[in-house]
């Protein structure tokens, strides 16, 4: 909603309240490529040469997923794909808040990466996802993500996708 030059946000109170619900094709996620290998910044670093230093401007916004937890512990990861100077490696990258410092200021990190060979940007945006999420399932007890908050690379039914991809319980 639109106020004067400000955008307000109404929380929703009651189930009248809540958006319009839109409804998504359910598709399955296509062919994994047989050579696409997903290796996890947490345990396999990327070698310094092939690193970047930071997110490229010419990074593809993916789309945004939310945990909303509760009203003070929640998660917002904004996910881009790009790939390295050489262009052998898709990097998919998430941009969080490092409020360490005086000034708060929104850094890329990197999450995943995979080579690039055998793999379009949009297959490898959802095996990085799937495979980031598989991960974090795993080793820290992920649930399934609550809200999509924006698109972009990939659409509403590629995210539900690979949701259900990684958590088929749900």
Not at 106 to 131: C, H, M, N, S, V
Request: one cysteine or more; hydrophobic letters at 40%.
């Amino acid at each position: 909603m639109r106020k004067g030059n400000e955008l307000t946000h109404i929380i929703a109170m009651s189930s009248g309240q809540f958006p319009q619900q839109r409804i998504y094709p359910v598709m399955e996620l296509p062919a994994r490529p047989e050579a696409f290998k997903v290796y996890y910044e947490y345990e396999d670093e990327m070698p310094i040469e092939l690193r970047p230093n930071e997110m490229p401007r010419s990074a593809t916004y993916i789309g945004t997923a939310e945990w909303a937890w509760s009203p003070m512990n929640n998660r917002l990861d904004g996910y881009f794909i790009s790939t390295n100077r050489q262009r052998s490696y898709w990097i998919l990258w998430a941009m969080m808040l490092n409020d360490e410092g005086f000034i708060p200021k929104w850094e890329g990190q990197i999450l995943t990466y995979g080579p690039k060979r055998g793999a379009d940007k949009k297959t490898a945006a959802l095996y990085l996802i799937k495979d980031l999420w598989c991960y974090e399932k795993n080793e820290y007890s992920l649930d399934h993500f609550h809200i999509l908050d924006n698109v972009g690379l990939l659409t509403v039914a590629e995210f539900m996708a690979i949701g259900r991809a990684v958590w088929p319980e749900v």
